[in-house]
């Protein structure tokens, strides 16, 4: 086949490294309890590449794809006998000045499409099938924004990882052989005050992001006496080695109701890492020069998921609902 696959089939559940997308929906649900609520949402979980395939091939230009995440409690109930090494709830980080909150979520379903409609429906249906078992916490639609821009007029995700960098930066390897293949998963979703960051001048707000805001050129500020956003958010382990992480924000808003944000969604091969940007954001490196855009951008959410890979998540799945049928 010549080519990428999507030209032919839709994209597999759980494919982390599906294509950044024109649209799409961050659904965070909490799973009923009872043995029937969890053997219900995991038939649903075991088909999640069939309703791709039902929805995706209505137009396979629209590239619809689907990840499921596992929180750590819902994990707990579905795989008691082993879980990812990293995998715990979100912990709540209090700043000098700011805080992240630590919000409940079972299940994430990240669904991506380039046509809004596409993410819609398969949501549509998913929510039918999952029925009472599963109750929305919380139910984002996002959008890509000009030339992938967020709502404060900066272009995000810049530093993605790409090409053989993108699975060493978000699929867990060797190192925890059970779990191969899966990524962690932590969402914290923003309200933008627009009014105040427009009341910035544009030099300061390019200080506070560490890139320019026309043409996305990195500032360098290592000698600079506060730390940018870029600078605070780039990771480097105690063996000097950088860590990426895969980022598919998207902007949202509802214009009329003067509420405008930005959904982080952050993929990585190990959690840590992502807990080691938010602590630097929080609470500031060194303690106190926490980071600037969050006097403007504040966070509503923030839960962790691990995102199984597809035969991984099958394999559960079928466990789960033999294990049910076993029982009646």
Same mark, same amino acid.
Request: charged share 25%.
């Given at each position: 086949?010549?080519?990428?696959?999507?030209?032919?089939?839709?994209?597999?559940?759980? !494919?982390?490294?599906?294509?950044?997308?024109?649209?799409?929906?961050?659904?965070?649900?909490?799973?009923?309890?009872?043995?029937?609520?969890?053997?219900?949402?995991?038939?649903?979980?075991?088909?999640?590449?069939?309703?791709?395939?039902?929805? =995706?091939?209505?137009?396979?230009?629209?590239?619809?794809?689907?990840?499921? =995440?596992?929180?750590?409690?819902?994990?707990?109930?579905?795989?008691? /006998?082993? /879980?990812?090494?990293?995998?715990?709830?979100?912990?709540?980080?209090?700043?000098?000045?700011?805080?992240?909150?630590?919000?409940?979520?079972?299940?994430?379903?990240?669904?991506?499409?380039?046509?809004?409609?596409?993410?819609?429906?398969?949501?549509?249906?998913?929510?039918? !099938?999952?029925?009472?078992?599963?109750?929305?916490?919380?139910?984002? !639609?996002?959008? /890509?924004?000009?030339?992938?821009?967020?709502?404060?007029?900066?272009? $995000?995700?810049?530093?993605?990882?790409?090409?053989?960098?993108?699975?060493? !930066?978000?699929?867990?390897?060797?190192?925890?052989? $059970?779990?191969?293949?899966?990524?962690?998963?932590?969402?914290?979703? +923003?309200?933008?005050?627009?009014?105040?960051?427009?009341? &910035?001048?544009?030099?300061?707000?390019?200080?506070?992001?560490?890139?320019?805001?026309?043409?996305?050129?990195?500032?360098?500020? $290592?000698?600079? *006496?506060?730390?940018?956003?870029?600078?605070?958010?780039? &990771?480097?382990?105690?063996?000097?080695?950088?860590?990426?992480?895969?980022?598919?924000?998207?902007?949202? =808003?509802?214009? =009329?109701?003067?509420?405008?944000?930005?959904?982080?969604?952050? +993929?990585?091969?190990?959690?840590?890492?992502?807990?080691?940007?938010?602590?630097?954001?929080?609470?500031?490196?060194? *303690?106190?020069? +926490?980071?600037?855009?969050?006097?403007?951008?504040?966070?509503?959410?923030?839960?962790?998921?691990?995102?199984?890979?597809?035969?991984?998540?099958?394999?559960?799945?079928? $466990?789960?609902?033999?294990?049910?049928?076993?029982?009646?």
């Amino acid at each position: 086949m010549s080519g990428n696959s999507w030209e032919r089939v839709p994209i597999n559940a759980q !494919s982390i490294d599906a294509p950044l997308s024109q649209a799409a929906i961050f659904l965070v649900v909490g799973v009923a309890d009872g043995q029937a609520a969890l053997a219900k949402t995991c038939s649903v979980l075991g088909g999640l590449d069939d309703l791709v395939k039902t929805v =995706g091939f209505r137009d396979l230009s629209g590239r619809l794809s689907c990840i499921a =995440g596992i929180g750590s409690d819902l994990w707990n109930r579905l795989h008691p /006998r082993s /879980r990812p090494r990293e995998l715990k709830p979100f912990a709540r980080i209090e700043g000098k000045a700011h805080a992240a909150p630590a919000t409940p979520g079972d299940l994430l379903f990240h669904i991506r499409a380039e046509r809004p409609d596409l993410c819609f429906e398969f949501e549509r249906i998913l929510l039918t !099938s999952l029925g009472s078992a599963v109750t929305v916490v919380d139910e984002v !639609s996002g959008f /890509r924004y000009f030339d992938a821009r967020d709502l404060l007029g900066f272009v $995000d995700g810049t530093a993605n990882p790409t090409g053989p960098d993108l699975p060493a !930066s978000a699929l867990v390897g060797d190192e925890d052989r $059970d779990f191969a293949g899966g990524s962690y998963v932590v969402v914290q979703k +923003y309200l933008h005050d627009l009014d105040a960051w427009t009341r &910035i001048p544009t030099p300061l707000q390019e200080q506070i992001i560490g890139r320019t805001k026309i043409d996305n050129i990195e500032i360098d500020d $290592d000698d600079a *006496p506060r730390k940018s956003h870029k600078s605070l958010a780039t &990771i480097v382990g105690p063996d000097g080695v950088e860590h990426d992480i895969l980022r598919d924000n998207m902007p949202f =808003g509802r214009a =009329g109701h003067r509420e405008f944000g930005t959904y982080f969604i952050g +993929y990585s091969r190990y959690l840590w890492v992502i807990e080691k940007m938010l602590q630097r954001m929080y609470i500031g490196d060194p *303690p106190g020069a +926490y980071d600037r855009l969050l006097d403007f951008s504040t966070p509503h959410t923030g839960t962790a998921f691990f995102a199984p890979a597809r035969p991984a998540l099958q394999a559960i799945a079928q $466990d789960v609902t033999e294990g049910h049928s076993t029982a009646g």
